[in-house]
């Protein structure tokens, strides 16, 4: 992966787009100092997600923005802008060209694009320390830190050297799974204090919860019960009630058409009240009065005719005659009240048109009698001739008489039969009537059983609405439990065969003893049950987090383990090539000689293990890193020490060499770890200050040999690594107080 392109606009001093393209292996970039040749590296690291303001030379984050001039006015926003040429794959990203993009404002928001996406820091870090470009920046070397692999203590060194390596990634990684593992931990206590804590509480939630379940499986067999017997009871009561019904429509239909015979019995009656008996009681009535006046009839006739038979006696003779007057006129008396008495009988039995011939004959009679009795007796000296005419006069009135008796006899006769024609209709009519009555006595008696019978049903009827009623409560019930009946749905004749009271009796004993039992388990609020599953779910959240973070710390330990055991490896092996590189170089650049870096047990500390590894002091993960947690972690380390043995010079400390010797065995050193683990480009800002003229042309033959490992961009003003260039800026500073570059290909140049 090699760097195309950098684009800056806004940054620093750079107020208008410059654009710095890398098309051959060495370029250099030259300029009077202050002209911003650096910040042309700072932009770079900036770019790569430098979090260091300190290292940027800078106290906050607006201070990468151009901050105006007199000639040129304060911008808004810095953008710095590195396309990589990644043909060789190095980045694990599939892309052939990448683009990184930061931009920072006013405000202090920055933005990290990857190929025109936003990324987060933190993603874009890891992609490029996967390609060896990371947040140490050793493939950035500014003046004075060619000298640090010199200057920095054995375990420092060594972080270096596992940096330049490519172990950054790996330090990183253990690093950030070390500081996980510490929070594993903490995280652990804390859930495990968290779970004490709920502990008594949950015990106590616990034996209420236990008493709820109780309650809880008591109701369900209460809801299960009732299920089976609600079903057969309502099955039963429509059933018992359809039975019912059908019982009582037989009788019902009896009665109604036995009501309304009895009914039309009393229409009848009540008509025939109306229309004939009252004649026939008249009739009735009637004849028994004719009955009576025909006995004091024939009495009378009998009375009347021994009173004829007298008068003829006393008519007889004369002398009896006289003397019996006063006898006769009694009689007569007798005879007149009787023929009155008659007259009033005749009337009434007879009617006016019969009785007026007959009321004419006794009047006739009667009056015949007073003349002739008054004569007689009111005289005394009637002749005895007028007497005897009177005589006979009598017997003639007496032959009417008989003849009106006879007449009065037939009449008689006429109306006994008519009374017995009446009398006979009167029995068939009473005999109808008690006929009628006899019906109508069964059908009221019967009605009257039928009624009984209906009231039996509808004490049955009663009794079944109160079991229905019951019923009824008893499914509210059942369904405040959560009951599901569908009394709509079919049912086989087996879920009912067998059924009886005795059976329900049996339900009802058992629903009793369940819902005793339920009401001695006490109430128990549903609120506790639910806070005892509140609390149960967070116990068992603790514990499946416990597990998962045993599990996680299990995961990290081993990962941790292998981290340690790859970078041991790495380490070792890159050492050893290393040494052999550093050794080369060395000898070629002192024409002999020996160099190596030993591996040494030294005493240290994660934090001075930290303050070693830039790339652990910018990671985030570990700011918030404490001192106690240092100064526990404190152990015993390896460090790296440097030995060089010159040709002909004998060195017993790195202290006692030159300026330009110090220089060389730090670009030697370089050049090795470069060799063996070149990065994807390599910057160097004025590392070749200290040289010297001769040793300027060995570091640019050291140059020419780098280049065919890594791309070089080199800040100089020496001639001699100039001329190692393919590509020369020229970076100075304009009339309006802004940096501006030049470019030159120098293969172009003579």
């Known amino acids: 992966m090699r760097l195309a392109r950098i684009e800056l606009c806004g940054f620093k001093s750079f107020a208008r787009t410059a654009v710095l393209d890398f098309p051959s292996s060495i370029s250099a970039i030259i300029g009077p100092n202050g002209s911003g040749k650096s910040n042309i590296v700072e932009s770079i690291r ?6 260091s303001l300190k290292s940027l030379r800078t106290r906050k984050g607006e201070d990468m923005i151009f901050n105006g001039t007199p000639g040129a006015s304060r911008l808004g926003k810095a953008r710095v802008t590195l396309v990589f040429d990644n043909l060789s794959g190095r980045s694990p ?38 390609a060896g470009l990371s947040a140490s920046h050793h493939f950035i070397i500014s003046q004075g830190e060619a000298d640090k692999f010199l200057k920095a203590g054995p375990v420092e060194r060594k972080g270096l050297v596992e940096e330049s390596l490519g172990l950054g990634a790996f330090q990183l990684k253990l690093a950030r799974t070390e500081h996980k593992i510490e929070k594993t931990k903490e995280n652990i206590s804390r ?56 019982k009582k429509s037989v009788p019902s239909k009896e009665l ?49 005719e021994r009173n004829l038979g007298k008068i003829e006696g006393i008519l007889s003779s004369e002398k009896e005659f006289r003397p019996k007057k006063g006898k006769i006129l009694v009689e007569f008396k007798k005879v007149e009240k009787f023929i009155y008495g008659l007259q009033n009988l005749i009337e009434h039995a007879l009617g006016a048109e019969k009785v007026d011939i007959i009321r004419r004959s006794l009047k006739d009679i009667l009056a015949f009698a007073k003349e002739f009795f008054q004569d007689d ?93 019951e019923f009824e409560r008893e499914k509210k019930e059942a369904w405040s439990l959560g009951a599901q009946i569908d009394f709509d749905a079919e049912r086989p004749e087996s879920e009912q065969s067998g059924y009886n009271n005795e059976e329900r009796e049996a339900f009802q004993k058992l629903i009793g003893k369940i819902k005793l039992k339920i009401e001695e388990s006490g109430g128990i609020n549903s609120d506790i049950a639910r806070e005892y599953e509140d609390i149960k779910k967070r116990d068992d959240f603790f514990s499946r987090e416990l597990e998962d973070l045993d599990n996680s710390l299990l995961s990290l330990e081993i990962i941790i383990r292998e981290l340690k055991e790859k970078i041991k490896f790495d380490f ?20 002999g000689g020996k160099a190596e ?117 080199v800040i100089t003003h020496n001639r001699e690594i100039i001329k190692k260039a393919g590509v020369l800026y020229g970076v100075t500073m304009s009339g309006d107080g802004s940096s501006r570059l030049l470019s030159v290909k120098l293969d172009e140049t003579d």
């Open 191 to 246: 859930i495990q204090t968290l779970k004490e804590e709920l502990k008594p509480h949950l015990k106590f939630l616990k034996s209420q919860a236990l008493k709820f379940e109780r309650v809880r499986l008591f109701k369900d067999e209460l809801k299960e019960n009732y299920e089976k017997y609600l079903k057969k009871e309502f099955i039963f009561l429509k059933k018992t009630a359809g039975d019912l019904n059908l």
């Open 597 to 713: 870096l030993n591996l040494k047990p030294q005493i240290s500390s994660l934090f001075l293990r930290k303050e070693g590894n830039s790339n652990l002091k910018s990671d985030p993960d570990f700011l918030e890193e404490s001192e106690d947690g240092e100064a526990r972690d404190a152990q015993k380390e390896s460090g790296l020490e440097i030995f060089v043995n010159f040709p002909r010079k004998r060195v017993g400390s790195l202290d006692m060499l030159s300026g330009g010797e110090r220089s060389l065995t730090a670009l030697a050193l370089l050049c090795a770890i470069t060799y063996v683990n070149p990065p994807p480009f390599l910057i160097m800002d004025e590392i070749d200050a200290a040289l010297d003229e001769v040793n300027s042309k060995r570091c640019g033959g050291l140059l020419n040999v780098l280049s065919k490992k890594t791309q070089l961009i």
């Open 256 to 304: 109604e058409e036995i009501l309304k015979k009895i009914q039309n019995i009393k229409d009848k009656l009540h008509e025939d009240n109306f229309s004939g008996v009252k004649a026939l009681d008249g009739e009735r009535e009637r004849l028994f009065r004719v009955a009576g006046l025909l006995d004091e009839i024939q009495k009378e006739r009998i009375e009347h």
């Open 93 to 130: 990203l599939e892309y052939e060209k990448i683009i990184v993009e930061r931009n920072v404002y006013r405000d202090g928001a920055n933005e990290y694009f990857l190929n025109s996406s936003p990324m987060r820091y933190k993603d874009m870090a890891d992609i490029f320390a996967s």
């Open 377 to 469: 007796i009111g005289s005394g000296s009637q002749a005895e001739e007028d007497f005897n005419n009177k005589i006979l006069n009598l017997k003639k009135e007496k032959e009417n008489i008989s003849l009106s008796i006879k007449d009065l006899s037939e009449k008689e006769a006429k109306l006994k039969e008519e009374q017995e024609r009446l009398q006979d209709f009167i029995k068939k009519r009473s005999r109808a009537e008690r006929e009628i009555e006899n019906e109508r006595y069964l059908l009221e008696s019967r009605a009257g059983d039928l009624k009984d019978i209906l009231r039996s049903f509808g004490l049955q009827e009663e009794k079944l609405k109160l079991r229905r009623e």
């Open 572 to 591: 070792k092996n890159g050492l050893e090539r290393i040494n052999k590189e550093f050794s080369e170089f060395f000898k070629a650049i002192f024409g």
């Open 46 to 51: 900036w770019a790569l997600g430098e979090q």
